[in-house]
């Protein structure tokens, strides 16, 4: 009896051997990879099966229960007042503007935190890694302290001390007549733009277009002769020339609204709230504790013997952080980098604790009781970070494979 | 593991959905009720980690009607955004809690509102300090309130019918709401009146703050069961008349064996004495005798009153 091979002929018999035509859909029967179709097309059938049931029921239970569903609350008005508003927000606002001003609260308070996170989280990582056993130590206490305390205990701590210490708003801490700061927020000036201020903007940008064509061509030209342009400075300064004139001809279309004291509270400017400054306080640190550790992992990476080879060849401290220890570092930090900047956006969410009207807040809570649609605002709450998150995901992974390419 | 999963969704929406709530009541044996989590006067724990307050002996009150045996409840203590899909999805029996009634959550929401048990309204805290006499001097303020159906409208509604500005600073819990303005993060504070008497109790120094006298909005406040249950929810307000009438009567859980004797007839109809008004509901006949008897409602309802009072005083 001859052997069987895997694909199921029988070499014997049939000489010469010809591979088997193998179709992506037509695998052979019996075979692993079969199996391993065959299971998984079952295991997809029962889930699709399954949430197919579970609509079904969903579906028949609120029709029973006589409960409204459906996406029409969103166009009917809101009524209700929210402390932070990037954009404006008139009376006839609908719980969809309610929705759009709480994304952007929650899309800046995490802008915010990954910034200064990963900035201070870089410092920590560094300290660590220090040969002076003081700074090592301090950083080595800082991480393991604000990861093991719970991130909603933070939030409190931080929000009650940014206030305890702040001045009423008649005792406010004046800085110049111009910014104030006190329990009821930082109020600075806002800047008022005036008709005209559009032809500033674009004259500034055509120049900064312009300067940008300028830098690369003296760039190629300094790779293609060794030598700059030398009248690249010059030509530079001329650029200032025409947004000057046009700044002076619409006479200065920009002016700043002053806060001012008047009855409770400062009136006008732009007010920054405590419960943000708490917010982004509490998550940069927390943040800062783990990317620190990410920052250490990545440099702990690179193997020795590069640097090794780079001393060896004579490069300065520096370079070797620059040329061989950053890029290297960077390919390990990058994917859970961006693990942790997705963790910082779900974080985010807690800002409910201490009235930062985020999402979850101010869409997924007044808009959720007043509506009493728990389900589709739960969705719709659900999909927004998820999207916000797969968005964040994405950018890591383009950012990342443009550091993976530095690779030969 | 999924057809775990299965099975246990397959219960959960199965029992809720299908079975009449008396029955499930019967056959689990314990009256599932929704209360605040923490509201003194209401619904909250003592110091011998037992639930008390008015809305947890309602929930007493309902088990010893049903059942028998005012201990026979599970207690569970849900926030506002819980509150209601918990009831939906079967969690709990009824929501005795502190919801105002309100077109939006009676009507398409798959619940109703049973009765009303009383009415709260909103009020404002200051400090005395800031010498303000009523709401209306509140222009341009910075109020401090905690998330609820209707607050942040009711503040909304007020001050832009009468053109006045503000800062809204609005907090998920009662408390955090409290210690932000006890921190002074905001000029006053705004909630339901019952909640500024019992929750101002915590703040450090309670002598120094006001209630003003406005009233900005009517809150009815009463229990929630599911909607197309019309069984339960006759229960439910029938044993509440019941002990509304008891109270009128006179009849409460000291006196109630003495009052077994009397010979007025309401009292002997409320008692189940000589006639049997239970058996309508699916409930034995003396059901209003063991809600007066067995829970202490109408002991020690006052407690609640007194804070209510305190509110309005």
């Known amino acids: 009896m001859p052997a069987a091979t895997p694909d199921g002929g029988h070499a014997s018999l049939c000489p010469p051997y010809s ?126 302290i604000v990861r093991n305390v719970p991130l909603l205990l933070q939030l409190f701590y931080w929000y009650f001390a940014v206030l305890r210490p702040l001045p009423g708003p008649r005792q406010s801490l004046n800085f110049f007549d111009i910014a104030f700061l006190n329990k009821r927020g930082l109020f600075v000036p806002y800047p008022v733009f005036e008709p005209g201020f559009g032809v500033l903007l674009a004259t500034i940008a055509v120049m900064v277009l312009v300067g940008i064509v300028l830098a690369w061509m003296n760039q190629r030209h300094r790779m293609r002769t060794g030598t700059g342009l030398h009248s690249v400075r010059a030509i530079a300064l001329l650029l200032l020339i025409p947004p000057l004139l046009v700044a002076w001809l619409t006479g200065f279309p920009l002016s ?153 | ?67 028998g045996d005012a201990d026979k409840v599970q207690l569970s203590p849900l926030n506002l955004r819980d509150g209601f899909a918990t009831l939906t999805t079967g969690g709990v029996d009824v929501l005795t809690h502190r919801l105002t009634w309100t077109y939006n959550r009676d009507n398409g929401t798959g619940l109703d509102y049973v009765l009303t048990i009383y009415y709260d309204g909103q009020g404002f805290m200051v400090p005395k300090a800031m010498n303000v006499k009523s709401v209306n001097d509140l222009k341009g303020a910075s109020i401090c309130v905690a998330q609820g159906s209707t607050t942040e409208l009711n503040i909304a509604d007020y001050f832009r019918s009468r053109k006045m500005d503000y800062r809204i600073v609005t907090f998920q819990d009662l408390d955090e709401a409290r210690n932000a303005y006890d921190q002074g993060r905001c000029d006053a504070w705004t909630n339901d009146r019952s909640a500024l008497a019992a929750r101002g109790l915590q703040l450090k120094n309670r002598d120094a703050h006001v209630i003003l006298p406005e009233i900005i909005s009517k809150e009815p406040i009463g229990p929630l069961v599911r909607q197309n249950d019309s069984q339960w929810a006759h229960i439910v307000r029938w044993t509440l008349f019941a002990l509304i009438a008891a109270e009128e009567l006179g009849v409460t859980q000291a006196n109630v064996e003495e009052m077994k004797k009397s010979e007025v007839p309401e009292i002997k109809r409320l008692l189940g004495i000589g006639d049997d008004l239970g058996q309508k509901n699916g409930l034995s006949a003396d059901w209003a005798y063991q809600a007066i008897s067995r829970s202490e409602i109408t002991a020690r309802s006052s407690s609640a009153i007194s804070a209510r009072r305190r509110g309005s005083a």
């Open chain 1, 19 to 144: 591979p088997p035509r193998r179709s992506r859909f037509a695998l052979p029967h019996g075979s692993l990879a079969w199996r391993v179709f065959a299971i998984q097309a079952v295991v997809l059938v029962l889930i699709a099966a399954f949430l197919a049931w579970v609509a079904g029921n969903v579906i028949a239970n609120i029709t029973r229960l006589n409960i409204n569903t459906g996406f029409s609350f969103l166009s009917r008005p809101a009524g209700f007042e929210i402390a932070q508003k990037l954009i404006a927000f008139g009376e006839n606002a609908s719980y969809f503007d309610v929705f759009v001003i709480a994304l952007i609260n929650t899309v800046v308070l995490t802008a915010i935190a990954i910034l200064f996170a990963t900035l201070l989280g870089f410092v920590i990582g560094l300290a660590r890694l220090s040969s002076n056993p003081l700074v090592a130590g301090v950083a080595a206490a800082y991480v393991e």
């Open chain 1, 256 to 408: 700043w609204d002053v806060p001012a004291l008047s009855g409770f509270n400062f009136s006008g400017g732009m007010t920054v709230i405590p419960e943000f400054v708490a917010m982004a306080i509490a998550l940069s640190l927390y943040g800062a504790a783990y990317i620190a550790e990410i920052v250490r992992s990545g440099i702990r990476a690179v193997p020795a013997g590069q640097i090794d080879a780079a001393r060896a060849v004579g490069l300065r401290r520096g370079a070797i952080n620059r040329f061989i220890v950053i890029p290297l570092a960077l390919r390990v930090m990058l994917p859970p980098l961006g693990t942790q900047y997705i963790v910082l956006l779900k974080n985010s969410s807690l800002a409910a604790a201490i009235a930062y009207p985020d999402l979850m807040l101010v869409f997924a809570g007044t808009v959720l009781n007043q509506t009493g649609q728990p389900f589709e605002v739960m969705l719709v709450t659900m999909a927004s970070y998820a999207l916000i998150g797969l968005a964040i995901g994405a950018a890591i992974n383009l950012l990342n494979r443009r550091v993976q390419l530095v690779e030969r």
């Open chain 2, 1 to 67: 593991m999924k057809i775990l999963l299965a099975a246990a969704f397959a219960a959960l929406v199965c029992t809720s959905a299908h079975a009449a709530t008396l029955d499930t009541i019967k056959q689990r044996g314990t009256v599932n009720c929704g209360t605040a989590p923490n509201l003194p006067g209401f619904a909250y724990t003592d110091d011998k980690n037992v639930r008390r307050g008015f809305d947890v002996d309602l929930c007493r009150a309902l088990a010893a009607a049903v059942l």
